[in-house]
Nanobody, 124 residues
Framework: QLQLVESGGGLVQPGGSLRLSCAAS????????IGWFRQAPGREREGVSC????????KYADSVKGRFTISRDNAKNTVLLQMNSLKPEDTAVYYC?????????????????WGQGTQVTVSS
């Protein structure tokens, strides 16, 4: 069964850090482009970051550039999202997803397998 499971979310104060993890079962993560997305209440799902199969190419939304870092841990079959200098506007449910294309994109329609999401809340 193809499955993605996110973990690492929680409540953090502004300026704090969290590291999200995306673990796969039923397939090998480094065979696919993997993306992170988020959705805040009342807002559309937006792309946060994505990483190529090799890990050599990454993309970030302008709103998180310089603060978030995506990486792969192939030995653990996981993709990580390190989030630093968190802001209240980063509050959302974060999802990881497996791309169905070979082109790295943060267009949600290109992703066919999704995790259940993990809540990130940035608040004092």
């Amino acid at each position: 069964q193809l499955q993605l499971v996110e973990s690492g979310g929680g409540l953090v104060q502004p300026g704090g850090s969290l590291r999200l993890s995306c673990a796969a079962s039923g397939f090998t993560l480094d065979d696919y482009i993997i993306g992170w997305f988020r959705q805040a209440p009342g807002r559309e799902r937006e792309g946060v970051s994505c990483i190529s199969r090799s890990g050599g190419a990454t993309k970030y939304a302008d709103s998180v550039k310089g603060r978030f870092t995506i990486s792969r841990d192939n030995a653990k079959n996981t993709v990580l999202l390190q989030m630093n200098s968190l802001k209240p506007e980063d509050t959302a449910v974060y999802y990881c997803a497996r791309s169905s294309t070979v082109v790295a994109t943060m267009y949600a329609g290109s992703y066919a397998v999704w995790g259940q999401g993990t809540q990130v809340t940035v608040s004092s």
